[in-house]
């Protein structure tokens, strides 16, 4: 496995105007039902077991501070949401002028390894007060939002005035490659495809759902991390180590048959292998930006 380290040219969307509608209410029942929420939990404390495996995560967690430290400000209460294996967490702790980041995760596994104070919580259901942080940042989690516009009002609730919302999630685009062979396989070898990759959220609408939580200044960006493997199977093996496998709660439960997965890893290598016999894994990066209004309507 080898990560590609390049920049695609930003894709962005900045709001002059954030006077908008009135946001969607969260929807506690959507958010208990698009996920399985035990299997997500079991997935997390897995990934908590593999931590070699959480090189991508680390990765965009290293982006996404970097995009910090062009603000010149200090946080003194922040919000890791969705904290893994607690890698910006760290780096949130060192920044000057920061005196406490509270670590959320649904793993408590994860959180055992993190450290410091922590609470367990999903994405969707923000266990904290209104205008309690100066900082929410998030690294790959919020995609596991079953009411990813809800969780953003939740977010933008529990900001204080000023405050700072900085996150990054999985985009449209991202595992293209493994969806396409999948999707094929299962036509060929089972006679009919099933969703085996959860859904992301593309560039534009996510710029929507910022305006419709009403932050200010809202921003959103794209970047794209290739990372190569050796085979198909190589990447399904990372991705059950980084618990980024399968939890829709309408999936199918029947495990694929082993003709399914040899057909899927053939189909990928045809299609999108490289010169040098290895396979990319496209993952498309979302930044997100937006402020908490200084005054609150």
Do not use: C
């Not at 920044?95 to 596994?109: C, K, M, N």
């Not at 190589?234 to 991705?239: A, P």
């Amino acid at each position: 496995m080898s990560i590609e380290r390049h920049h695609q040219s930003p894709e962005r969307f900045v709001n002059p105007d954030p006077q908008v509608a009135p946001a969607m209410a969260s929807s506690e029942d959507r958010a208990l039902t698009l996920f399985d929420r035990r299997a997500l939990r079991l997935h997390r404390d897995r990934a908590a077991r593999h931590g070699a495996a959480g090189f991508l995560h680390a990765e965009v967690a290293d982006r996404l501070v970097e995009r910090l430290d062009d603000v010149k400000r200090e946080f003194r209460l922040a919000l890791d949401l969705g904290a893994h294996h607690g890698a910006l967490s760290r780096a949130l702790a060192r920044r000057p002028g920061t005196e406490r980041v509270v670590a959320a995760d649904p793993s408590l596994e994860f959180l055992d390894r993190v450290g410091g104070m922590r609470v367990a919580a999903d994405p969707d259901l923000v266990p904290f007060q209104n205008g309690s942080f100066d900082l929410v940042a998030s690294v790959l989690a919020l995609h596991w939002a079953g009411d990813l516009p809800g969780a953003l009002v939740q977010i933008r609730r529990i900001l204080k005035p000023g405050g700072l919302f900085l996150a990054a999630i999985f985009g449209g685009s991202t595992l293209i490659e493994l969806r396409t062979a999948m999707i094929e396989a299962e036509l060929v070898e089972e006679g009919g495809g099933s969703p085996r990759v959860s859904p992301a959220a593309e560039l534009g609408d996510i710029a929507g759902l910022l305006l419709r939580a009403r932050f200010a200044m809202p921003v959103a960006d794209a970047e794209k991390i290739t990372v190569t493997y050796a085979d198909a199977l190589g990447l399904m093996r990372d991705l059950r180590a980084m618990g980024e496998t399968n939890a829709l709660t309408a999936r199918r439960r029947i495990p694929l048959r082993r003709a399914t997965l040899a057909r899927a890893a053939l189909l990928y290598a045809e299609r999108f292998g490289l010169s040098d016999g290895r396979i990319p894994a496209t993952f498309e990066i979302l930044f997100l930006t937006g402020w908490a209004p200084q005054t609150r309507s």
